[in-house]
T-cell receptor, first 112, second 114 residues
Framework: NAGVTQTPKFQVLKTGQSMTLQCAQD?????MYWYRQDPGMGLRLIYY???????DKGEVPNGYNVSRLNKREFSLRLESAAPSQTSVYFC???????????FGSGTRLTVV | KQEVTQIPAALSVPEGENLVLNCSFT??????LQWFRQDPGKGLTSLLL?????REQTSGRLNASLDKSSGRSTLYIAASQPGDSATYLC?????????????FGKGTKLSVKP
């Protein structure tokens, strides 16, 4: 009964370093999403994948890239981390774009 | 541009009280509205999903209503318990814009005192 699994749970990066956040879901959902949550800003969509093989930009895509590796997995990559990318990152999935969403437990990223 | 507002930002009540959390949105052209719960340092747990054609949804002590024409939703929690303490988030999914994008309010932080 895992749902949406995110790794790692915590990460500290130095400015300019790169890393990939991993997300996997076991509910056979078609759509997957990456959000970031910042104090006072709420949750904002970074990228989404409506179905396997497709990805699209959300509200705040700059500085990020994504890969929909297969139906289960959707990764988020920071090529050159900046302090402004310090945030909590959430992955989510839904059966279809108009269905309810299931969220992972989040990755707390600090860029120093 | 869709904006979602939640009032109040914080609420403290004694155990056993019935309470109402409010959510308003500016654009009534929505597919659905979803209520989430977030515990400190944790992810979001989906509580209730209301499709645009529905008026309310119920799950246990929770009841959510939707009035699309007035741009409002309420989350009613009956007989509150200390375990209900958390931040409650409201989110709407629009027609148009980024497909599948949920627009979130900033949440209501609920504290239920024993």
């Amino acid at each position: 009964n895992a749902g949406v699994t995110q790794t790692p749970k915590f990460q500290v990066l130095k400015t300019g370093q790169s890393m990939t956040l991993q997300c996997a879901q076991d509910m056979n959902h078609n759509s997957m999403y990456w959000y970031r949550q910042d104090p006072g800003m709420g949750l904002r969509l970074i990228y989404y994948s409506a179905s396997e093989g497709t990805t699209d930009k959300g509200e705040v895509p700059n500085g990020y890239n994504v890969s929909r590796l297969n139906k289960r997995e959707f990764s988020l990559r920071l090529e050159s981390a900046a302090p402004s990318q310090t945030s909590v990152y959430f992955c989510a999935s839904s059966e279809a774009s108009k269905s309810g969403y299931t969220f992972g437990s989040g990755t707390r990223l600090t860029v120093v | 541009k869709q904006e979602v507002t939640q009032i109040p930002a914080a609420l403290s009540v004694p155990e056993g009280e019935n309470l109402v959390l409010n959510c308003s949105f500016t654009d009534s052209a929505i597919y659905n509205l979803q209520w989430f719960r977030q515990d400190p340092g944790k992810g979001l747990t989906s509580l209730l999903l209301i499709q645009s054609s529905q008026r309310e949804q119920t799950s246990g002590r929770l009841n959510a209503s939707l009035d699309k024409s007035s741009g409002r939703s309420t989350l009613y929690i009956a007989a509150s318990q200390p375990g209900d303490s958390a931040t409650y988030l409201c989110a709407v999914q629009n027609y148009g814009g980024s497909q599948g994008n949920l627009i979130f309010g900033k949440g209501t932080k609920l504290s239920v005192k024993p």
